[in-house]
């Protein structure tokens, strides 16, 4: 008997390999220029529920986004990239401490434009691997669009057992979304739950109709989160004014208080109207190899290191 458990996952491990092809293929298609920015930073974008490693006096990154937004700033409309990103404390079925980011970042486009992009994205690589379609977990999922598209609203109406803004007043959000409204999305087809409160997205611009709302998705396949979208906030102030609304409600659950990116937040002005998208490699190897564990697409977890 083979003792390694890499023997055991071969097969879904060149899978992940046809899958990242795939990705750079069709970004590369499309115009977009792969890039590479470093994983060990000054300060991270700070997030209430998010903890960042530290190293060596720096963090290990969260996503690569302040690197990718400042390219933005610079000039650069059409980025991707394919990176190591850093979680303390996240691990089970679903999560790794260290994962496998692709972001992209699409210069004069918004939240809406990156729905379409993701469709595309997924079938494109579901056509390459020369599958008929994705089956999970016994479940067949219609990949055909559009897609359907669910507002957090309607999702905790529909879902929830408190209303959004009883969950927002109980700091309950994150719990009734987790446990009870995630389980239930995505199930047959993929779904965009969009339109979160703008207190839940602080990297993200406001509706223009509706300031309490942020122009921001996740799409569900199967129950699983894949991805994360904003339209991108190119306001300096708010976002100053909103990393310090994050920081001082990390200090009031006596989380450790991150310094300010200072250097993102000099570019933000220069940063033309964009949007992007951070989407999870590990969990959609997971959909194409029909892996109901994070473990069965990586080489190494960390209880092996």
């Given at each position: 008997?083979?003792?390694?458990?890499q023997?055991?996952?071969?097969?879904?491990?060149?899978?992940?390999a046809?899958?990242?092809?795939?990705v750079?293929?069709?970004?590369q298609?499309a115009?977009?220029?792969?890039?590479?920015?470093?994983?060990?930073?000054?300060?991270?974008?700070p997030?209430?529920?998010?903890?960042?490693?530290?190293?060596?006096g720096?963090?290990?990154q969260?996503?690569?986004?302040?690197?990718?937004?400042?390219?933005?700033?610079?000039?650069?409309?059409?980025?991707f990239?394919?990176c190591?990103?850093?979680?303390?404390?996240e691990r089970?079925?679903?999560?790794?401490?260290?994962m496998?980011l692709?972001e992209?970042?699409?210069?004069?486009?918004?939240?809406?434009?990156m729905?379409?992009q993701?469709?595309?994205?997924?079938?494109?690589?579901v056509?390459?691997?020369?599958?008929?379609?994705l089956?999970y977990q016994g479940?067949?999922?219609?990949?055909k669009?559009p897609?359907?598209?669910?507002t957090?609203a309607?999702?905790f109406?529909?879902f929830?057992?408190?209303s959004?803004?009883?969950?927002?007043?109980?700091g309950?959000?994150?719990e009734?979304?987790?446990?009870e409204?995630?389980?239930a999305?995505g199930?047959?087809?993929?779904?965009?739950l969009?339109d979160?409160?703008?207190?839940?997205?602080?990297?993200?611009?406001?509706?223009?109709?509706?300031?309490?709302?942020?122009?921001?998705?996740?799409l569900?396949?199967?129950g699983?989160e894949?991805?994360?979208?904003?339209s991108?906030?190119?306001?300096?102030?708010?976002?100053r004014a909103?990393f310090?609304?994050?920081?001082s409600?990390?200090?009031v659950?006596g989380k450790p208080r991150?310094?300010?990116?200072?250097?993102f937040?000099?570019?933000?002005?220069?940063?033309?109207?964009?949007?992007?998208?951070?989407l999870g490699?590990?969990?959609?190897?997971?959909l194409?190899?029909?892996?109901?564990?994070?473990?069965?697409?990586?080489?190494?977890?960390p209880?092996?290191?």
């Amino acid at each position: 008997m083979n003792p390694y458990r890499q023997s055991r996952i071969r097969r879904q491990l060149e899978i992940r390999a046809q899958v990242l092809r795939a990705v750079r293929a069709f970004f590369q298609n499309a115009g977009y220029l792969e890039v590479e920015t470093p994983v060990r930073i000054p300060a991270p974008a700070p997030e209430a529920h998010i903890e960042v490693p530290p190293a060596g006096g720096w963090f290990l990154q969260a996503s690569p986004e302040l690197c990718m937004k400042r390219l933005l700033a610079a000039g650069y409309d059409k980025i991707f990239q394919i990176c190591p990103s850093f979680r303390a404390g996240e691990r089970g079925d679903r999560h790794l401490p260290e994962m496998t980011l692709l972001e992209w970042y699409t210069a004069h486009a918004d939240y809406l434009d990156m729905m379409t992009q993701c469709e595309q994205l997924i079938n494109y690589i579901v056509n390459c691997l020369g599958l008929p379609g994705l089956h999970y977990q016994g479940s067949v999922i219609d990949l055909k669009g559009p897609w359907p598209r669910l507002t957090i609203a309607e999702a905790f109406a529909r879902f929830g057992s408190l209303s959004v803004s009883r969950a927002l007043e109980t700091g309950r959000f994150d719990e009734i979304l987790g446990l009870e409204i995630e389980p239930a999305l995505g199930t047959g087809r993929p779904v965009f739950l969009y339109d979160y409160p703008v207190q839940c997205a602080a990297l993200a611009r406001r509706k223009p109709a509706d300031p309490d709302i942020a122009e921001r998705f996740e799409l569900y396949i199967a129950g699983l989160e894949l991805c994360n979208t904003f339209s991108e906030l190119t306001d300096p102030v708010e976002q100053r004014a909103r990393f310090e609304q994050v920081l001082s409600q990390r200090a009031v659950d006596g989380k450790p208080r991150y310094p300010q990116p200072e250097t993102f937040l000099a570019a933000v002005a220069d940063m033309p109207a964009a949007a992007g998208t951070a989407l999870g490699i590990d969990r959609l190897v997971m959909l194409v190899a029909d892996a109901a564990r994070i473990d069965e697409v990586v080489s190494f977890i960390p209880e092996e290191l």
